[in-house]
């Protein structure tokens, strides 16, 4: 595959996997319980796989080493703070005020993370204030 496949498949496995986690994230707030068909347990882990695997192949594509590449290191790092976000939103017992702050932080994290990536400025969107 060429660096735009990898790219554009990249991107679609980001929107794919943030539109599955608002989607457990309304469920969890509106105490609906989604079907309990294995696929919604197992898709959402594909997905993120799919998502890092990707993310890893077109910074080896690129030559990228979050040590040196800043805006990459700092994506890293909030991707870490997104997932700890997740799972105490989603796995722990809060109450759920807690839980809607936490889903919230997370929505607005990745949305950090997604400037992070378009920037390339590990500043993000808050490059762009100056």
């Given amino acids: 595959m060429v660096y735009s496949d990898v790219k554009l498949a990249h991107v679609?496995?980001?929107?794919m996997s943030?539109?599955?986690?608002a989607?457990?994230?309304?469920?969890?707030?509106?105490?609906?319980?989604?079907s309990t068909r294995r696929v919604w347990k197992i898709l959402p882990h594909v997905v993120d796989t799919l998502l890092l695997v990707l993310g890893?192949?077109?910074a080896i594509?690129?030559?990228?080493?979050?040590?040196?590449v800043t805006w990459l290191g700092v994506?890293?790092?909030?991707?870490?703070?997104?997932?700890?976000l997740g799972v105490l939103a989603f796995r722990l017992h809060r109450p759920r005020w807690l839980?809607?702050?936490l889903f919230g932080a997370a929505?607005?994290?990745f949305a950090f993370i997604a400037s992070i990536a378009i920037l390339h400025n590990p500043r993000g969107i808050f490059a762009l204030a100056g």
């Fill in 12 to 15: 679609a496995f980001a929107g």
């Fill in 56 to 58: 890893a192949w077109l």
């Fill in 75 to 84: 994506k890293l790092l909030c991707v870490i703070g997104y997932i700890a």
């Fill in 61 to 68: 594509m690129l030559r990228l080493n979050p040590l040196h």
């Fill in 107 to 109: 929505i607005l994290l």
């Fill in 99 to 101: 839980k809607l702050g």
């Fill in 18 to 21: 943030i539109a599955l986690f």
């Fill in 23 to 34: 989607l457990r994230g309304t469920f969890t707030l509106v105490a609906v319980r989604p």
